[in-house]
């Protein structure tokens, strides 16, 4: 499926084009969007978001405490049952990440946002609130839209940003001085962008207070830059060292000789030495990761099944799936493997980044590396036999 016409107005972002809200908003500027979906009816209940909160492959967290009050905790899912009965009237607030590996319609949800590519999009996180819930006032290092999905919350924003130092004390990044420029309070179907860096502090104004968080990662280059150095690590091994046989003699024994340093450096240059495509195939590979969290799971033995012939597999809905155009045809990467796949096109490739199972018999008439796809997935735990 092909991401929304650019220069198409699009009601999610208040009649702008997508075009228009990259060029002037995005990693920018703060936008808020009243009837961003008009009447939008919200089809999760608090009920199934804390029966969610108890599950040990669901990411969840309770935190609890008040601005006024300075008292911010912060609890760590799965949760018992008893725990989330025995929670007071006001002031805490529930959040659950990655929604979309439990709700069959989070997908379609999040593809109302394609105009930002696929992956730079983090999760779906809800948060459920009685009055007064919140996480205090804090800044958050990627972009999020926040939808209200049921009840009312105040978003309160300083813009420009202030003091970015926080208590040292607490749990929480809270910040010790928040001065807020703008305020709003947000009803079911509004939505706000805010950009990175943009301090805010919303609470909830009612019970039931429901707001959906669509975020977007960025990666920070360090992190790039370390799993690429420790791919190159791996293959090269530490059994590789430094080797001088018939050395010549040296003068001053406290010099490192011009010889010893030559020889070091030609070896770190052969290490980081990659070209364009080298770098690409990285990039597919450590964008698409699965996350620590993914909850995958490996074989308890360690053997591999062979895959079926006939059989669908169905895919973890917390993998990662990309692809792009190299100069010798589209690659397809997922899961941290990348894949030629040259006779592929790019509606073939969107399909495949998308689809929920996955047969060799669909593919391989253009696809020969499915069978190898198939093959990580079920030694690693993130593909299994769709019954």
């Not at 220069?7 to 208040?14: A, Q, S």
């Not at 190898?372 to 299994?384: K, T």
Request: some cysteine.
């Amino acid at each position: 499926m092909a991401a929304p016409d650019p220069d198409t107005p699009l009601t999610l972002l208040g009649g702008l084009t997508p075009a228009a809200f990259l060029r002037d908003y995005w990693q920018q500027k703060p936008l808020l969007i009243r009837g961003a979906i008009p009447g939008f009816e919200n089809p999760i209940e608090a009920d199934d978001l804390a029966g969610l909160a108890t599950d040990p492959e669901a990411g969840s967290r309770l935190v609890l405490g008040h601005r006024e009050r300075n008292d911010w905790d912060v609890e760590y899912g799965p949760f018992e049952p008893d725990r989330l009965a025995r929670l007071p009237e006001r002031d805490w607030t529930l959040l659950v990440s990655d929604i979309e590996r439990f709700w069959p319609d989070g997908p379609g949800f999040l593809a109302q946002f394609d105009f930002i590519p696929r992956w730079r999009r983090d999760d779906l996180m809800i948060s459920y609130a009685p009055p007064g819930g919140s996480v205090g006032p804090h800044v958050d290092q990627y972009d999020v839209f926040l939808f209200q999905a049921a009840g009312r919350r105040r978003w309160q924003i300083q813009d420009p940003p202030g003091n970015p130092e926080c208590f040292e004390d607490l749990p929480l990044a809270i910040l010790r001085e928040f001065r807020p420029t703008d305020s709003w309070e947000l009803e079911p179907g509004d939505m706000l962008y805010l950009p990175p860096g943009v301090p805010h502090y919303g609470e909830s104004l009612d019970r039931g207070c429901m707001t959906w968080s669509v975020g977007f990662r960025a990666p920070a280059i360090l992190d790039v830059l370390t799993g690429f150095l420790e791919e190159r690590a791996n293959v090269i091994g530490d059994q590789a060292r430094f080797e001088d046989p018939g050395r010549p003699a040296d003068q001053w024994p406290g010099e490192l000789p011009a010889g010893d340093r030559r020889e070091l450096r030609d070896a770190l240059r052969a290490l980081l030495a990659a070209d364009d495509a080298d770098l690409d195939a990285y990039l597919g590979r450590f964008l698409t990761r699965p996350t620590a969290g993914a909850g995958l799971a490996p074989p308890d033995d360690g053997e591999v099944p062979a895959p079926q012939p006939g059989v669908r597999y169905r895919v973890h809905p917390g993998i990662r799936r990309a692809w792009f155009q190299a100069p010798d045809g589209p690659v397809l990467c997922i899961a941290g493997h990348d894949h030629p796949a040259p006779a592929l096109e790019a509606e073939q490739l969107e399909i495949f980044c998308t689809v929920e199972t996955l047969a060799a018999a669909d593919w391989e008439s253009g696809f020969p590396s499915i069978h190898q796809v198939l093959e990580d997935g079920l030694r690693e735990g993130w593909l299994e036999p769709d019954d």
